[in-house]
């Protein structure tokens, strides 16, 4: 792994360290996702030691070492010549020291580095210190840390929300200062960046600080909008949307998925624009059609953060969706079977279920639906057709609008259970639609 890579570049007569979020989880007891490695041997020495090498970022002096399942990433030491485009550098200046190599790094705490044998720790940054007294702080001047690199911001609010961690004054103020330039980095970084802060157990906490340091009104005013919407008490004794959406990202555990993450922030999305007072409708606050304005907001919000299709699709049924479970309970058993046929039908259960926790905190639809599919054996969820196409025609129908009428019949009967047999669904066509096959070939 890291340690062997680091092992044959000192074999070679080169420095080698850890450096970076490894040493930083190391530190607190975690276990790191990744491995980095700075070194003095330029991309080409590091690639000739090892010839499974990718180099995929050499240009920056980055080159990626797979081992074990773990993907090593080996950087030499080097400082950063301007930043004109708010996230790569324009040049890359290759230096001998660890020390030099540090300063053009994020945070303190990301600026340590370990040598992989002693578990020494090397600091020249303050890192030590900081993981000590829970602050996020930039390294030297904050202004320019974040003028080389504006997604450096949201990593801040990710890295305090993640650890529980404070921002450091000067850094805070200087994340408000540049809050706007956010928009200069691409949407697919900024959505990565968020889907990270949604799924690692710290949701809420990410969210608030987002909007405390301005960068929420850039990234998504949608959301920004939701605060002092007042919502009927009755149903939301919480509060307003923002404190509810809030209260379920709370909810929401590390490791969630990133759709049932986007779909909770996004649910209510059509709320703030749909708002009618008690006194503009006559009895209470209302939202009359939020969910197709919400579906129609989060459509645009996922293309402008270019999600995928799929991911895009699932995130909008969710939110299409969300308030058909108040129904469930009077539905008929074939749009039952319908509802819970819905792909990845958990997220759904799973962003109803926070939805309650999170206002009334009544679970009788939840519980409804969870009991449905415990006692509901999956071919009946999900029957195998009785007859198809070429069966209908063998019976004396002609292909036309009456066969999707008759195929959509069979299947409702067979959902509600009225049919279970190819027989019995042979005489149900029958005696449904040859009067109408007759008219349809008379005229």
């Not at 330029?42 to 240009?59: K, M």
């Not at 200046?93 to 600026?111: L, M």
């Not at 002092?228 to 379920?248: K, L």
């Not at 197709?292 to 995928?308: D, K, T």
């Amino acid at each position: 792994m890291a340690n062997s890579i680091c092992d044959t570049l000192r074999r070679n007569g080169y420095q080698a360290l850890l450096v970076g979020g490894c040493v930083r989880d190391l530190l607190l007891g975690r276990e790191p996702a990744d491995y980095d490695v700075t070194t003095d041997a330029t991309p080409d020495q590091v690639a000739a030691l090892f010839p499974e090498s990718v180099a995929v970022g050499a240009q920056f002096g980055v080159i990626l070492i797979p081992r074990d399942e773990v993907k090593v990433e080996v950087a030499t030491f080097r400082s950063d010549a301007g930043y004109s485009d708010g996230r790569h550098p324009d040049s890359v200046v290759y230096s001998k020291t660890p020390q030099e190599d540090v300063q053009r790094r994020d945070f303190t705490i990301n600026g340590l580095l370990m040598r992989h044998d002693t578990g020494e720790v090397l600091d020249y940054v303050g890192g030590q210190a900081d993981l000590k007294a829970k602050i996020i702080r930039a390294i030297g001047v904050p202004d320019r840390r974040f003028k080389e690199d504006k997604l450096r911001m949201m990593r801040a609010v990710r890295f305090a929300a993640r650890f529980g961690f404070e921002i450091e004054v000067e850094t805070f103020r200087a994340m408000r200062r540049h809050a706007a330039e956010i928009r200069q980095v691409s949407p697919e970084r900024r959505r990565d960046e968020i889907t990270k802060m949604l799924t690692e157990g710290a949701a809420r906490q990410a969210l608030e600080l987002l909007d405390e340091t301005g960068l929420l009104q850039q990234v998504l005013p949608e959301i920004g909008a939701m605060k002092g919407v007042e919502q009927p008490p009755q149903f939301h004794p919480e509060g307003d949307v923002w404190i509810h959406t809030r209260m379920m990202l709370e909810g929401l555990p590390a490791g969630a998925s990133p759709t049932l993450a986007w779909g909770i922030l996004l649910h209510d999305v059509g709320k703030p624009p749909t708002f009618q007072s008690a006194a503009e409708t006559g009895d209470r606050i209302r939202f009359n059609h939020h969910v197709e304005v919400g579906v129609r907001m989060a459509e645009a919000i996922c293309r402008r953060l270019r999600f995928s299709n799929e991911d895009t699709e699932q995130i909008l049924a969710l939110v299409d969706n969300h308030m058909k479970f108040g129904a469930v309970e009077e539905m008929r058993t074939s749009t039952l079977k319908k509802f819970v046929r819905l792909p990845r039908f958990e997220e759904h259960l799973a962003l109803h279920r926070l939805d309650c926790l999170s206002s009334h905190r009544n679970l009788d639809s939840y519980e409804f639906v969870r009991r449905f599919l415990e006692m509901t054996p999956p071919e009946q969820v999900r029957p195998e057709r009785l007859l198809n196409g070429d069966d209908l025609q063998e019976m004396g129908f002609q292909p036309g609008p009456l066969f999707s009428q008759i195929l959509q019949a069979l299947e409702e009967a067979q959902l509600e259970g009225q049919i279970r047999t190819r027989e019995e669904a042979q005489t149900y066509v029958v005696s449904r639609f040859a009067s109408k096959e007759r008219k349809a070939s008379s005229t």
